[in-house]
């Protein structure tokens, strides 16, 4: 059964960096686009950025220029630095694979990121 599983987050204080990892079981992360979606509390989930066709990737405007998604296919695995936190950035992260070509999606559980001084 295809799964994601999303690590790296934890504290850390405003300004600071992270790197959110995205584990691929079950599935090749080459077979699909990878993104990466965030909720903070009391509100809902909202795009951070998502691989779109020819390479391109989508970002928010709230995370272009600090946050940059990557791949590593050989490793089954996705990433997320984010630079330049802000305590906005605090919230859940989520791994998100689309497949390509298909209707298929695949979610992580999430991982918490906290910004805070």
């Known amino acids: 059964q295809p799964q994601l599983v999303e690590s790296g987050g934890g504290l850390v204080h405003p300004g600071g960096s992270l790197r959110l990892s995205c584990e691929g079981s079950?599935?090749?992360?080459?077979?699909?686009?990878m993104g990466w979606y965030r909720q903070a509390a009391g509100k809902g989930r909202e795009l951070v950025g998502m691989e779109a066709n020819a390479g391109h990737i989508n970002y928010a405007d709230s995370t272009k220029c600090r946050f940059a998604i990557s791949r590593d296919n050989h490793k089954n695995m996705a990433y997320l630095q984010m630079n330049n936190l802000e305590s906005e950035d605090g919230a859940m992260y989520y791994c998100r694979g689309r497949g390509r070509g298909t209707d298929n999606n695949v979610w992580g559980r999430g991982t918490q990121d906290n910004v805070s001084s």
């Open positions: 079950g599935m090749f992360l080459s077979d699909y686009a």
